[in-house]
């Protein structure tokens, strides 16, 4: 996921600094999150993709590798939520 992470944040011209000032968190938590040393809530998960604008980077005809990141990004987002849930 980290790396998928961090791919959409240089699509979207963004730096760590960026990102994190969007969500209102630290840049070392962002930079954890892009190398896997920490793994993304579900809360933040969806407010990094506003943060980057995940879903306006797709436009009426979207890359293979982008659909793919989203559609990845996506289902991780939906089974943290489930299991939230079920907690």
Do not use: N
Not at 60 to 86: E, G, I, N
Request: overall charge positive; proline content about 2%; hydrophobic content about 50%.
């Amino acid at each position: 996921v980290g790396k998928h992470l961090q791919s959409l944040r240089l699509a979207a011209g963004m730096s760590l600094a960026d990102v994190a000032a969007a969500i209102g968190i630290g840049r070392s938590t962002v930079h954890k999150w892009e190398t896997g040393e920490v793994r993304i809530l579900a809360a933040h998960l969806s407010r990094y993709l506003d943060a980057v604008g995940a879903f306006r980077l797709i436009g009426p005809r979207p890359s293979v590798w982008l659909a793919s990141t989203l559609h990845l990004l996506t289902r991780v987002l939906r089974r943290s939520a489930m299991w939230c849930h079920h907690r």
